[in-house]
């Protein structure tokens, strides 16, 4: 099992910058695949990246390609989400979890999650 703290958000304006990180317990980490994940009031949680087992691979939803870059850490049992030019739609409560294949983009394909951080973009 795997046990997840989200820490990093708070408020920015628009067009800054916020980074992520996702703590992860557990000597397993490194056999996951991760994602990023977000909820907006009154909407579904949607897919935001996630990053293969090894750091090899990496999925972005096309919302935040090019701005947003996720990383991990295995030695630190550590994921991160970099999230630059930042916009009031990317306004959310955040959730790192953990699943056994980076390419899926549904909440119910992964295992494990956070209790998430809230990141709210001013404009």
């Known amino acids: 099992q795997v046990q997840l703290v989200e820490s990093g958000g708070g408020l920015v ?9 996702c703590a992860a ?3 397993t980490f490194s056999r ?3 994602g990023w994940f977000r909820q907006a ?13 090894n750091g090899g691979k990496t999925y972005y939803a096309d ?12 030695a630190k049992n550590t994921v991160s989400l970099q999230m630059n030019s930042l916009k009031p739609e990317d306004t959310a409560v955040y ?13 119910r394909q992964y295992l494990y999650w956070g209790q998430g951080t809230q990141v709210t973009v001013s404009s």
């Open 32 to 34: 996951y695949a991760m």
């Open 95 to 107: 959730y790192c979890a953990a699943g056994w294949d980076e390419s899926n983009t549904y909440p």
């Open 41 to 53: 009031p009154g909407k579904e949680r949607e897919f935001v990246a996630a990053i293969s087992f």
């Open 25 to 27: 317990s557990g000597r």
């Open 63 to 74: 919302s935040v390609r090019g701005r947003f870059t996720i990383s991990r850490d295995n």
């Open 13 to 21: 304006q628009a067009a800054g910058s916020l980074r992520l990180s």
